[in-house]
């Protein structure tokens, strides 16, 4: 069974840095697709960013030149490095794979604030 766990939120101020980290475990395919998502209050989840066991990334256009997604193949850990933090960035945020089947993270709690 797989499992994923998120680490790394907590409050930064604006302008501010945070790296998030997704931590593996079980039985996963080395083909594979991981990504972050979020979901702030009132709002639906919105995929952040993508990247593929070929290491293809992609980002939403909201935090283009700002986040940066990456993986560890060695320690099974997806990261998410985020720089010039805006409060509209403030959600929890969550990994998933796609392969064995859809799985998703806990999330972790970014709140970006003043």
């Known amino acids: 069974q797989v499992q994923l766990v998120e680490s790394g939120g907590g409050l930064v101020q604006p302008g501010g840095s945070l790296r998030l980290s997704c931590a593996a475990s079980?039985?996963?395919?080395?083909?594979?697709?991981m990504a972050w998502y979020r979901q702030a209050p009132g709002k639906q989840r919105e995929l952040v960013a993508t990247?593929?066991?070929?290491?293809?990334?992609n980002y939403v256009d909201s935090v283009m030149g700002r986040f940066t997604i990456s993986k560890d193949n060695a320690k099974n850990t997806l990261y998410l490095h985020m720089n010039s933090l805006k409060p509209e960035d403030t959600a929890v945020y969550y990994c998933k794979l796609d392969f064995p089947s859809v799985s998703w993270g806990q999330g972790t709690q970014v709140t970006v604030s003043s």
């Open positions: 079980g039985s996963i395919p080395s083909i594979n697709t």
């Open positions: 990247i593929t066991s070929g290491g293809r990334k």
